[in-house]
């Protein structure tokens, strides 16, 4: 079964510090998403990785194909990051643009 | 433009009943997904609409599940005879063209705010 897995699943921070978040997967795939989800629904899609590294602002996406695996870090964390993480990704295996397959999400809290 | 838009954003019904979401991509994009999502739980893949084709169905789409997208702009996803186990937010997202070049960025995948849907 492809999955994908999440960790930790809830993550309490103070405020500045520097915060990893993992995802790793279990078969090849074509792309992989970070996704922000605050409370009350709305999804913000953060970035799209098929391989190396992206930075954007405070975020940094990176992902090792060869270990099916990618981390979401956030430097200087802030109260307003908290919210949750969710990684997700696009199998080879002949799913389709949608068809992405979601882990669980990692809760993260951001204390002042 | 202001995004992706979902109604009714909250629909409350009774086991039982059919009920209809809509979905209000962002209009230069072509491809338009929905997703389900559960409490605790991430989102799950529903179907995948480019243009006004269905692409692609989710063996959790029942037969009692049915999304159009008749001129390739919104998209309706009904439920027809609700059970509880339907309560759910039900999410849409949409994406632009392969070709624009948009497709590889951060607004890769644009979410709306989602319907949920309480079965009584």
Redesign the interface.
């Known amino acids: 079964k492809n999955e ?1 897995e999440q960790s930790p699943q809830n993550l309490t921070a103070q405020e500045g510090e520097f915060i990893t978040i993992n995802c790793s997967y279990s078969v090849g795939i074509s792309a992989l ?1 970070w ?1 922000q989800q605050h409370p ?9 990785l098929s391989s190396g590294k992206k930075k ?1 602002g405070r975020l940094i996406a990176t992902i090792n194909i060869q270990e099916k695996h990618s981390s979401l870090h956030i430097t200087a964390s802030h109260p307003r990051d908290s919210a949750v993480y ?1 990684c ?1 990704v696009r199998y080879n295996y002949g799913g ?10 990692t809760k993260l809290s951001v204390k002042p | 433009d202001t995004g992706v838009s979902q109604n009714p954003r909250h629909k409350i019904t009774k086991r039982g009943q059919n009920v209809t979401f809509r979905c209000d991509p962002i209009s230069e994009h072509n491809r338009l997904y929905w997703y389900r999502q559960t409490l605790g739980q991430g989102p799950e893949f529903l179907t995948y609409f480019q243009n006004e084709a269905q692409l692609e169905k989710s063996r959790l789409l029942s037969d009692r599940f049915s999304a159009e997208r008749p001129k390739g702009s919104f998209s309706t996803l009904e439920i027809q005879r609700t059970e509880q186990g339907d309560s759910a937010m039900y999410l849409c997202a949409s994406s632009p063209p392969r070709e624009s070049g948009l497709d590889s960025g951060a607004n890769v995948l644009t979410f709306g705010a989602g319907s949920r849907l309480t079965v009584l």
């Open positions: 994908v998403h996704l009350g629904g709305g999804i913000v899609s953060l970035f799209m954007h969710i997700a389709s643009q949608g068809n992405l397959i979601f882990g669980k999400g």
